[in-house]
């Protein structure tokens, strides 16, 4: 009997660690989040006669810089304490680049043999030392888009340093223009997330598609972010490394402030009711991705 009970032991021992040299795999709840509609204040709707508003104009940004212009996509959203508060910019890729990124999201699912399992939910083969979370996936596709997103946020760097914007100006202008990107469910897309590159091209994103678009971009332009995860929650957001009030995640000795994604109107530091378990939130660690 104490013969069997080691033997048994020692088969549970020995699967354990084919698991960890194979990889784990795993079902989990996509991180679609939800849409995150914040209270706005009741406004007029200005005369039909009043003078047109004041912008700043980013430009047009084309990936690679022959792209015909009708495939830009443009966004025009407001950053309230900047002057013009009203911004635009357009964001547009070449037919072969789009494409390029869209069969590089699928190789990648065959690599880690992603099957969907119904509406929201998959399994995958994580790589050695990923564990059960989505920090692999998000990092590579951090590396994947590097460039489209690097181009972009390019733009963004330029405008920050003419109008010497700080650190919170320059988060405010990012975050409004991820949080106008139009909020969307992915479908079909492997692992439930559009690539970082593909979100501002195609006007679409859930939570974690346009959080990781948030990241790459504010980390290239000097500004101290994070990837908030909650899987007990399936949210995704982000944690921006400044001072103020609102909810803030620990992580490395620092307070990170909540930033909600999918929807605008969401001050930073301000949690929607559903998602305020800070209890709940984790910090993934991802690399920085140079271009």
Same mark, same amino acid.
């Given at each position: 009997?104490?013969?069997?009970?080691?033997?048994?032991?020692?088969?549970?021992?020995?699967?354990?660690?084919?698991?960890?040299?194979?990889?784990?795999?795993?079902?989990?709840?996509?991180?679609? $989040?939800?849409?995150?509609?914040?209270?706005?204040?009741?406004?007029?709707?200005?005369?039909?006669?009043?003078? #047109?508003?004041?912008?700043?104009?980013?430009?047009?940004?084309?990936?690679?810089?022959?792209?015909? *212009?009708?495939?830009?996509?443009?966004?025009?959203?407001?950053?309230?304490?900047?002057?013009?508060?009203?911004?635009?910019?357009?964001?547009?890729? $070449?037919?072969?680049?789009?494409?390029?990124?869209?069969? %590089?999201? =699928?190789?990648?699912?065959?690599?880690?043999?992603?099957?969907?399992?119904?509406?929201?939910?998959?399994?995958?083969?994580?790589?050695?030392?990923?564990?059960?979370?989505?920090?692999?996936?998000?990092?590579?596709?951090?590396?994947?888009? %590097?460039?489209?997103?690097?181009?972009?946020?390019?733009?963004?760097?330029?405008?920050?340093?003419?109008?010497?914007?700080?650190?919170? #100006?320059?988060?405010?202008?990012?975050?409004?223009?991820? =949080?106008?990107?139009?909020?969307?469910? !992915?479908?079909?897309?492997?692992?439930?997330?559009? !690539?970082?590159?593909?979100? *501002?091209? #195609?006007?679409? $994103?859930?939570?974690?598609?346009?959080?990781?678009?948030?990241?790459?971009?504010?980390?290239?332009?000097?500004?101290?972010?994070?990837?908030?995860?909650?899987?007990?929650?399936?949210?995704?957001?982000?944690?921006?490394?400044?001072?103020?009030?609102?909810?803030?995640? !620990?992580?490395?000795?620092?307070?990170?402030?909540?930033?909600?994604?999918?929807?605008?109107?969401? *001050?930073?530091?301000?949690? !929607?009711?559903?998602?305020?378990?800070?209890?709940?939130?984790?910090?993934?660690?991802? *690399?920085?991705? #140079?271009?």
């Amino acid at each position: 009997m104490v013969s069997r009970s080691w033997k048994l032991l020692l088969s549970l021992v020995l699967v354990g660690a084919l698991l960890a040299f194979m990889g784990f795999e795993g079902v989990l709840a996509r991180k679609a $989040g939800r849409l995150a509609e914040a209270p706005r204040p009741e406004t007029e709707a200005p005369p039909a006669n009043a003078p #047109q508003e004041a912008l700043k104009d980013l430009g047009v940004v084309l990936v690679p810089e022959d792209t015909p *212009p009708e495939r830009a996509k443009a966004y025009d959203w407001r950053v309230e304490g900047l002057e013009p508060a009203r911004q635009q910019v357009a964001y547009g890729l $070449g037919e072969a680049v789009e494409r390029g990124l869209e069969e %590089a999201h =699928r190789d990648y699912s065959v690599r880690l043999r992603y099957r969907a399992m119904g509406p929201e939910r998959f399994t995958y083969v994580a790589p050695p030392g990923c564990g059960t979370d989505m920090r692999c996936i998000y990092a590579e596709l951090m590396k994947s888009n %590097a460039e489209p997103v690097r181009v972009l946020g390019n733009r963004f760097a330029t405008s920050i340093r003419e109008r010497d914007l700080d650190a919170a #100006q320059a988060t405010e202008l990012i975050l409004g223009f991820v =949080r106008r990107i139009h909020y969307e469910l !992915p479908g079909d897309e492997p692992f439930g997330i559009v !690539p970082p590159g593909l979100v *501002p091209a #195609q006007d679409r $994103g859930d939570c974690d598609s346009k959080a990781v678009l948030a990241l790459m971009l504010l980390r290239q332009v000097g500004v101290d972010a994070v990837m908030l995860y909650s899987d007990a929650l399936a949210h995704a957001a982000i944690g921006v490394g400044l001072p103020g009030t609102g909810t803030r995640i !620990p992580f490395a000795g620092r307070g990170y402030q909540y930033a909600e994604l999918t929807a605008e109107g969401w *001050p930073l530091g301000m949690i !929607p009711p559903q998602y305020d378990k800070p209890q709940l939130w984790r910090v993934l660690p991802l *690399p920085d991705v #140079q271009g």
